[in-house]
């Protein structure tokens, strides 16, 4: 928020004698102080900060009660301040973006220059296609080979038998061990779980009916927007689609959130991990152009979009944006590309919170929510780190200088 340097408000004396106006005008200057932190202009925050300071002062018939409500108050303000992102964040959130480089290392789809519409990825894999196996699919669940027809239908009914587990690798004596996290079998053990027929995620090689954020007018203050943003699929005859996309926006509230109906026949609601049921997708009508409609009307280009390994969404969406934030590349995984960390781990491990403990599957508004906290609580870390280095530093040039030229308390320190 840039400051307008306006005049603080004051408590006019003429409000009462039961609590003393020295100790509201103290309480009011800490409420703006937090105020500031979350609202667009000045003006707003002194107003919120006068409302909350004089209904603390109504509810109190003396000063202890106010003393009591007023802390209460402040917290509440400290929490909103915290969990919202704030002007200020929002330009320093411009040092996480990803370059052009890593969308493209990172498989984020790209426009085509050749063809309007269409997307490319970079560093995928050519696949070559076996004359009489183009109807030949591997089931991305199981590994399974089949076969299917040419609406996408599996030919033959075939259960497929997989671990919906990550494989963990872990220390044991005399070595390494590596088992599935759903069963804790080890690798090439058969599946734990069963559906009635093999998959295909697919979207990587469905790259036509792309659309692409533009440009619009700023506002005053410069800032694009910034966004969390998740989606949930399901597997259709065709493979993975968009079934629900929630957005959230800086100060935390979700603004867009709607189940999308897929335009091929679901054969798997992927429920453990989607939350979507079929009964979700019974009374939907939204498809994905009206989606793309209206998340080309929320967005711009220069609008800031924060998620968790967020081509997977984009690519659901079929959108392209360049502007993004990755919490799967702003927090690494240690071993390196091409492990990645769980957003539940991200979160308890940061924020000591348990996400994803549903077991009716994910919800899209924790998830987006999720990412925009992380982020929130990155750009105040950073910001410690990098006060605790100046001040380190200044110390040291301090301490370069003539004892003469320290300040007063230092020159009374030992010369070691």
Known sequence: MKSTSLRRPIIPSEFGPKVPTNVRQRYLDTFIDECVKFCPSED???????????????????????????????????????????????????SYLMTEEQLQEHGYPRSDPEVSGRAIIHNLPEKKVVPDREYYCICCRCGAEYRISVNGSCVRKEECCYHWGRLRRHKVAGGWETNYSCCASAVGAPGCQSAKQHVQDNRKESLDGFVSTFSKPLPPDGNGGVFALDCEMCYTKQGLELTRVTVINSEMKVIYDTFVKPESKVVDYNTRFSGVTEEDLESATITLRDVQAVLLSMFR???????????????????????????AIVFPHRLGLPYKRALKNLMADYLKRIIQDNVEGHDSSEDASACMELMIWKIKEDAKVKSLLTKAVETHTCFSLAPSLWPPMWRLLPIL
């Open 44 to 94: 707003e925050a002194f107003q919120m900060a006068v409302d909350e300071e004089k209904l603390v002062y109504d509810r109190s018939s003396s000063k202890n009660i106010y003393l009591n409500v007023a802390v209460n108050t402040l917290k509440k303000l400290r929490g909103k301040s915290s969990s919202c992102l704030s002007p200020a964040y929002s330009t320093k959130l411009k």
């Open 301 to 327: 280009a220069e609008s800031i979009l924060i998620g968790h390994s967020l081509e997977s969404d984009l690519l659901a969406l079929k959108l392209l944006h360049s502007s993004v934030v990755d919490t």
